[in-house]
């Protein structure tokens, strides 16, 4: 499977970006804020492909998300887990399975996608990408 990873660059670029992903036992991602100053993350979120959607369909979304704590200081690293007992446990199942196909989005207090990771789509689906 091949990921795909679609940032922003110049003025829009995001200084928080994922940087891991593993769906084996407990399932987890990490952000990393990889700028030199602590970035304001009030009402961002993370949001998921429904993994397990039977349609396989590029568009589904999760019915959970993710909220981002206030801040994530310089070179600070958020792991997301779908273990219970952790700090930030994401409330189910990370539904994602690279072997068909999944995304990730980091989305901004605006709405606007500050960082993505697509896996098993293809360029073409990945621009005809519209989360209903």
Avoid: C, Y
């Avoid at 981002?68 to 446990?89: K, Q, R, Y």
């Avoid at 539904?95 to 605006?110: E, I, K, M, Y």
């Amino acid at each position: 499977m091949s990921s795909q990873p679609l940032r922003q660059t110049g003025s829009e670029a995001t200084s928080i970006v994922f940087t891991e992903f593993s769906e084996q036992t407990p399932d987890f991602l990490e952000l990393t804020n990889v700028s030199g100053e602590t970035i304001d993350t009030s009402g961002w979120f993370i949001a998921s492909h429904d993994g397990f959607d039977s349609n396989l369909n590029l568009n589904s979304a999760s019915s959970f998300t993710f909220s981002l704590p206030g801040t994530i200081a310089a070179g600070e690293i958020l792991t997301v887990t779908d273990t219970a007992s952790d700090l930030n446990f994401w409330g189910t199942n990370l539904n994602f399975v690279t072997a068909t196909g999944g995304w990730l989005l980091l989305v901004d207090d605006d709405g606007a996608v500050r960082d993505s990771f697509f896996a098993g789509f293809s360029k073409e689906e990945i621009e005809g990408f519209n989360v209903t």
